[in-house]
């Protein structure tokens, strides 16, 4: 069972900076995609940002330019570091894993393990 642990959120002003970090239990990290998802209030969980073990990524459209991800597997740890925040970016940022794959899905439903998320809150 991988465990994934989020941290690095907090509260920003509009055009701020955020770098979240998450970090995996187990050494399955190195052959799996990750990603970042994100959820608002009232709102569906909409995907952020996913890359695979070879370094492949994809982004969503509003937030390309503006977050990158990166992985580091010597550390077992996935990043989002966020530019130029909007306050539509608020929301509760999850990470996910899907184990064993080159595929970068955008389908919160693909992915086999969750952590429990870190609030974002962008102010105006």
């Known amino acids: 069972q991988v465990q994934l642990v989020e941290s690095g959120g907090g509260l920003v002003q509009a055009g701020g900076s955020l770098r979240l970090s998450c970090a995996a239990s187990e050494d399955t990290f190195r052959t799996s995609t990750m990603g970042w998802f994100r959820q608002a209030p009232g709102k569906e969980r909409e995907f952020v940002s996913a890359v695979n073990w070879l370094g492949s990524a994809g982004y969503a459209d509003s937030v390309k330019g503006r977050f990158t991800i990166r992985r580091d597997n010597t550390k077992n740890t996935l990043y989002l570091q966020m530019n130029s925040l909007k306050p539509e970016d608020t929301a509760v940022y999850y990470c996910?894993?899907?184990?064993?794959?080159?595929?970068?899905?955008?389908?919160?439903?693909?992915?086999?393990?969750w952590g429990q998320g870190t609030q974002v809150t962008v102010s105006s």
């Open positions: 996910a894993a899907l184990s064993g794959s080159l595929v970068v899905p955008q389908e919160p439903g693909e992915y086999d393990y």
